[in-house]
């Protein structure tokens, strides 16, 4: 069965404490693994994507890596505003159309 | 640009009741998806359209839930009789084109609880 699992399921860091977020997948066939970033009453808003194992993306204090079982995505420096829940997803290739699996998610709380 | 609309923003109804939701996807955007997110979880797939057409539906509880897309536009969502189970942000997203690399874009959700 394919699987999609994020940890920690929370985490509390000091403004300006660097830390990592894992996504470890099961699955046959990945086709594309998205980060998304969630505040609290909003819908995800879309971070990055993800296709080959050895690619990065970086956007502001956030990283993002993809190896063949898992992705991380490393903030760097963060501060209280990158505090929301971060959640991965991944599409396969045997999905029909652009279906999405999501992990759980990892809340983030960054205090000042 | 506008985003994804959807309305109600909060919803409270009592089990057994009906419900429906609507939601406006990105103006050209051919493909919308409605999730279902229970709190702590991630969400997760109901029913996903290309423009009329249904592409997946095979998480959508079809013996309650019900959802079109008329002239692929706007899509609505309904539920009937609703559970307790069912209390959950309902979220509704769109993409430009099904197949290729392209994100979704989700709107805010209608949050329901059923009591």
Redesign the interface.
Known sequence: EDQ?T?SPEALRLQEGESSSLNCSYTVSGLR?L?W?RQDP??????LF?L?SAGEEKEKERLKATLTKKESFLHITAPKPEDSATY?C?VRLIK???????????TRVLVKP | EAGVAQSPRYKIIEKRQSVAFWCNPISGHATLYWYQQILGQGPKLLIQFQNNGVVDDSQLPKDRFSAERLKGVDSTLKIQPAKLEDSAVYLCASSSLAGAHYEQYFGPGTRLTVT
Do not use: D, R, S
């Not at chain 1, 009453?41 to 879309?46: C, L, N, Q, S, V």
């Open positions: 999609v994020q594309g998205f998304y009453g909003k819908g995800p808003e879309f994507t296709y959640l997803a999905a029909a159309g652009n279906k999405l699996t999501f992990g759980g998610g």
